[in-house]
């Protein structure tokens, strides 16, 4: 299985700073199609997952350009821009390259 | 409008079964695969099971293979997840979501418990 691992943010974040939060996958997610098949999602607490991103950088519709996902095939980063309130949450990463999809352990945001 | 909404959770002892649904809404069902993940209380999130839109292929998680059954009825837009020798560990919050994780419902709770 595919083991995907998360770093810890040094929270809090002071509101209007930028934010970034890596991710490492034991395997590379690049497919023979050439993409990265890597999702952020974010849960804000309470609610459901709301992906953010998928094949590593393609936002999803309707998501804020403030979050960017970028990397390698085995090393991950989603960088959030001018953070606000309502980023706050933890946000997870999930391999879809292969069959376990596996997530990582979550990164909790928190706001100043 | 596309909804995903579960329902059929609830406390069972060890051991025994719980079947989930998940009623799918706003598009159209039997063009996608869908999928379920759980989280545990104060947990991260587990990939449980996917289906595909014709039911052809099917994968499980270790940790469920064997006791879950992943279904689904395209005439009635509906996902099922048949649990049985439902364990303590088994106890989460349960979402269904699309195929490509776009869509997930509110989640359904399931409490193992003697």
């Known amino acids: 299985d595919i083991v995907m691992t998360q770093g810890v943010l040094p929270n809090p974040v002071p509101s209007g700073e930028s934010a970034s939060i890596t991710c490492r996958s034991s395997k590379s997610l690049v497919y023979k199609d050439g993409k990265t098949y890597l999702n952020w999602f974010l849960q804000r607490p309470g609610q459901s997952p709301q992906l953010l991103t998928y094949w590593m950088s393609t936002r999803a519709s309707g998501v804020s350009d403030r979050f960017s996902g970028s990397g390698s095939g085995t090393y991950f980063t989603l960088k959030i821009s001018r953070v606000r309130a309502e980023d706050a949450g933890v946000y997870y990463c999930?391999?879809?390259?292969?069959?376990?999809?596996?997530f990582g352990g979550g990164t909790k945001l928190e706001l100043k | 409008e596309v909804q995903l909404v579960e329902s059929g959770g609830g406390l069972v002892q060890p051991g025994r079964s719980l079947k989930l649904s998940c009623l799918a809404s706003g598009f159209t069902f039997s063009n996608y695969g869908m999928n379920w993940i759980r989280q545990a209380p104060g947990k991260g999130l587990e990939w449980v099971a996917s289906?595909?839109?014709?039911?052809?292929?099917?994968y499980y998680a270790d940790t469920v293979k064997g006791r879950f059954t992943i279904s689904r009825d395209n005439a009635k837009n509906t996902l099922y997840l048949q649990m049985t020798s439902l364990r303590s560990e088994d106890t989460a919050l349960y979402y269904c979501a699309s195929y490509y994780f776009d869509y997930w419902g509110q989640g359904v709770m399931v409490t193992v418990s003697s």
């Open positions: 999930q391999q879809v390259r292969e069959y376990p999809r596996t």
């Open positions: 289906i595909s839109s014709s039911s052809s292929y099917i």
